[in-house]
């Protein structure tokens, strides 16, 4: 999107959307009218958005309905364009009073991106080195109401405690000896689950990153991707009758 003159194209490097949303290499952008006020977007197949529905509320995955788009509060046009370091925005054009830029397109104006998502990891991953996510404020919230995040996170934990007693999740207090946390990847996004410490279980794991409750209390456990945002706090969801733990602002 270097030039005005081209109507589509790939990205040729990881480009900010927007509230520390990331949009991957490769993917394809095109406009969709003649005035350029708005493009949609197709990820790379390795990837998916995180979408919310602004009027119901609903956060879905989907590898479609991504989109920007600029609109003009007063007559005129605006233009989307990508700027360089500091990623999708508007320009003014022919538009005589203020650009507004959103993170959803006409096709689908209800939803809105709130986050890219690695479509490979679609199962708790204990490899975190893998491709990451990007998700907004917004969307971290979100993340943990979509349903294939749910269902994997309830599979990962009846698997962990089928035939081992589970800690009192509700009480958040775990006795050191007997439990773990551990860093898994879901989807790309960074959460923290509650194992148990076995010696037979973790030999099954030997890549599993864990850490004593200790560690996880310490004031530096959590760090920010943002990087004018030193520290990050813990903190928690409840997923039937389990808890995960996550790192926010």
Same mark, same amino acid.
Do not use: H
């Given at each position: ?25 490769? @993917?394809?952008?095109?406009? @969709? ?209 389990? @808890? @995960? ?5």
């Amino acid at each position: 999107m270097k030039s005005l003159e081209l109507k589509e194209g790939f990205l040729e490097e990881e480009t900010l959307l927007g509230d520390n949303i990331y949009l991957p290499e490769g @993917t394809r952008w095109s406009y @969709t009218n003649e005035q350029k006020n708005e493009v949609i977007f197709e990820l790379p197949k390795e990837y998916i958005f995180l979408l919310k529905n602004v009027e119901s509320g609903e956060y879905i995955l989907s590898n479609k309905g991504g989109g920007y788009s600029c609109s003009c509060t007063g007559g005129g046009n605006c233009q989307v364009f990508s700027f360089e370091n500091l990623g999708f925005g508007c320009l003014q054009n022919t538009c005589v009073d203020s650009c507004i830029g959103s993170m959803n397109s006409a096709k689908e104006p209800n939803l809105q991106i709130v986050g890219v998502l690695n479509a490979n990891n679609d199962m708790l991953d204990a490899n975190i080195s893998q491709k990451k996510a990007s998700l907004s404020s917004d969307g971290i919230e979100g993340f943990f109401k979509v349903d294939e995040v749910k269902n994997e996170i309830k599979r990962t934990y009846d698997f962990l405690y089928e035939n081992i007693e589970k800690p009192d999740f509700e009480s958040g207090i775990y006795n050191p000896d007997q439990y773990l946390y551990a860093k898994v990847l879901l989807y790309g996004f960074e959460i923290g689950v509650i194992i148990p410490n076995d010696a037979g279980l973790l030999k099954l794991l030997p890549n599993l990153n864990t850490y004593s409750f200790a560690d996880v209390k310490s004031s530096s456990f959590c760090n920010c991707n943002d990087e004018s945002q030193e520290k990050c706090n813990l903190k928690k969801t409840e997923i039937s009758n389990y @808890t @995960t733990y996550y790192c926010n602002d």
